[in-house]
């Protein structure tokens, strides 16, 4: 049987007959480390998160510039694929690298996927570890609580999906001020109600995987949406949900919440506005690091002498290939 297409669905797809030809923007990114060496150190290990080419993004490498050598690896949970420098620190005075890729994004947009949910559906080979709980994103008691009062009333998998993004733009402030923010703990979202784009996408994702819908993070850089060049202040995380028969479904709650008049559209949409990095929390690195799983994957992580290192300058920057007249 179709599930019931209500109003919200039959705007999500009218606003997908504006986006039948997906959108595409090409640019080049620049990501750079630095690291100065402490005195007295005996050696020097980085990791540097690496984009790879996928279904909505095409990404070439142009060159790396590195004052050590360095050697790509990919890690073993989710295949994300991470460059890697492992250097002897005797005279060393700082340890500098500069990846730099051609992209090509392409707009992610679904609309039909209301129509072919099926509650007796095929799961893809997979899709059932995004169920799991990360070290942050618990699934207890009371968060399956909190989750079931939201969905309180839906039946289908949209329709939970949908309220929980409901739920998450409508009682979440994109704040960024203060402590706690940014880390994506499911506990500090619930009682705070406010951060960045990690806060949003850890309450979506968790309500979601505690009513049983696969929920998947994912993380990378904004680009501006004006065309042009220049630096990328920081990063930004979105997600996906698995609806059975149909597959995954990208959603962006935060920029949800900061572009009311988007609203639907980034419930089924990722705009061509961004590169995706890595995936998943709790990162053990390729080759292992000695300290914890990281949170997530998007800035350098440094090791001196088998311990953490956080003090490595970052800048990130772009400049678009195309200039295209919106």
């Known amino acids: 049987m179709r599930p019931l297409v209500t109003a919200w669905m039959f705007a999500t797809l009218a606003v997908a007959s504006l986006h039948a030809q997906p959108r595409e923007r090409s640019f080049e990114l620049s990501y750079v480390a630095a690291l100065d060496v402490p005195e007295g150190a005996a050696k020097v290990q980085m990791w540097l998160p690496y984009p790879k080419s996928g279904d909505y993004q095409d990404v070439r490498l142009i060159s790396i510039q590195s004052s050590v050598p360095t050697k790509l690896y990919q890690e073993y949970a989710y ?12 005279d060393l005075e700082q340890v500098r690298v500069e990846m730099s890729f051609r992209v090509t994004r392409q707009e992610h947009h679904e609309s039909d996927f209301v129509a072919f949910e099926d509650p007796e ?3 893809e080979s997979g899709a059932s570890r995004w169920l799991r709980p990360d070290r942050l994103v618990p699934i207890d008691d009371f968060i399956r609580e909190q989750a079931e009062e939201v969905i309180e009333g839906k039946t ?4 939970k999906a949908k309220a929980i993004f409901d739920y998450t733009v409508d009682n979440l402030a994109f704040d960024q001020s203060g402590t706690g ?14 951060g960045d784009c990690t806060d949003f996408h850890t309450v979506f994702i968790g309500f979601a995987r505690a009513v049983g819908i696969p929920a998947k993070f994912q993380i990378g850089f904004p680009i501006p949406v004006e065309r ?3 630096q990328i202040e920081g990063y930004h995380c979105w997600a996906e949900f698995y609806v059975p028969g149909f597959g995954w479904v990208p959603v962006d709650s935060s920029e949800a919440n900061l572009h009311p008049d988007q609203r639907d559209y980034f419930f089924g949409a990722h705009d061509e506005n961004r590169v995706e990095f890595t995936i998943g929390r709790d990162i053990k690195l390729n080759p292992l690091q000695a300290g914890e799983p990281l949170n997530y994957f998007i800035y350098p992580y440094a090791e001196i ?16 290939l195309d200039l295209v007249a919106e």
Do not use: H
């Open 79 to 90: 295949r994300n694929s991470m460059l890697f420098l492992s250097t002897p620190a005797a």
């Open 121 to 123: 559906g095929w799961l």
């Open 156 to 159: 289908t998998v949209v329709e």
């Open 181 to 194: 923010w940014g880390q994506g703990d499911l506990y500090y979202a619930c009682d705070a109600k406010r």
């Open 228 to 230: 042009g060049e220049g």
């Open 305 to 320: 002498d088998g311990k953490p290192f956080s003090d490595i300058q970052r800048e990130f920057f772009y400049k678009d």
